[in-house]
T-cell receptor
Framework: IAGITQAPTSQILAAGRRMTLRCTQD?????MYWYRQDLGLGLRLIHY???????GKGEVPDGYSVSRANTDDFPLTLASAVPSQTSVYFC???????????FGQGTRLTVV | KNEVEQSPQNLTAQEGEFITINCSYS?????LHWLQQHPGGGIVSLFM???GKKKHGRLIATINIQEKHSSLHITASHPRDSAVYIC?????????FGAGTRLTVKP
């Protein structure tokens, strides 16, 4: 692994199903973030984590949950997917909240 | 109201032209970021600014904290600069993004 990796790269999901998007970084960054990107709305912060063991809500947290059990991993879970969660999801990490962020390649999720 | 406004939304230039993309924001910030998103979708951080000016190769970013305004300049533009450029501001634990400027540089 080099940098920050997301999985899967794309997924088609039936509405009502549970889904976890995975994000792993090997840079020992303290801060990690999940964003969604929608046409016409740009990137929006879903959840963030300042350091392992802590998480916080961003601009659009409803319908999503995160955990940060260790420094490297920051999974995003959709407990019961809805079509409005169709989006491209980006994970990012940074050394701390005030340094530049490195982005994963994105996960394209379609909820049908 | 969007806290971050970018202009222009779309920009087409000829190779070699000097490019300016503007970003205005309405909240007190701790830092401003310029990001580049290529057609394949990947996002790369270009600059993080809290004051003054930064330069990296042909890219220059400036910020005026009092006026809540930042500019991204590209000198001697090249077709490989074609991408969406996104301004983002950090305040408290939140990050807000502009809608992006789609730049097309024609050979």
């Amino acid at each position: 692994i080099a940098g920050i990796t997301q999985a899967p790269t794309s997924q088609i999901l039936a509405a009502g199903r549970r889904m976890t998007l995975r994000c792993t970084q090997d840079m020992r960054h303290n801060a990690m973030y999940w964003y969604r990107q929608d046409l016409g709305l740009g990137l929006r912060l879903i959840h963030y984590s300042n350091t392992a063991g802590t998480t916080g809500k961003g601009e659009v947290p409803d319908g999503y949950s995160v955990s940060r059990a260790n420094t490297d991993d920051f999974p995003l879970t959709l407990a019961s997917a809805v079509p409005s969660q169709t989006s491209v999801y980006f994970c990012a990490s940074s050394e701390d909240m005030n340094t530049e962020a490195f982005f994963g390649q994105g996960t394209r999720l379609t909820v049908v | 109201k969007n806290e971050v406004e970018q202009s222009p939304q779309n920009l087409t230039a000829q190779e070699g032209e000097f490019i300016t993309i503007n970003c205005s924001y309405s909240v007190g910030i701790s830092a401003l970021h310029w990001l580049q998103q290529h057609p394949g979708g990947g996002i790369v951080s270009l600059f993080m600014l809290s004051s003054g000016k930064k330069k990296h190769g042909r890219l220059i970013a400036t910020i005026n904290i009092q006026e809540k305004h930042s500019s991204l300049h590209i000198t001697a533009s090249h077709p490989r600069d074609s991408a969406v450029y996104i301004c983002a501001v950090r305040f408290n634990n939140d990050m807000r993004f502009g809608a992006g400027t789609r730049l097309t540089v024609k050979p």
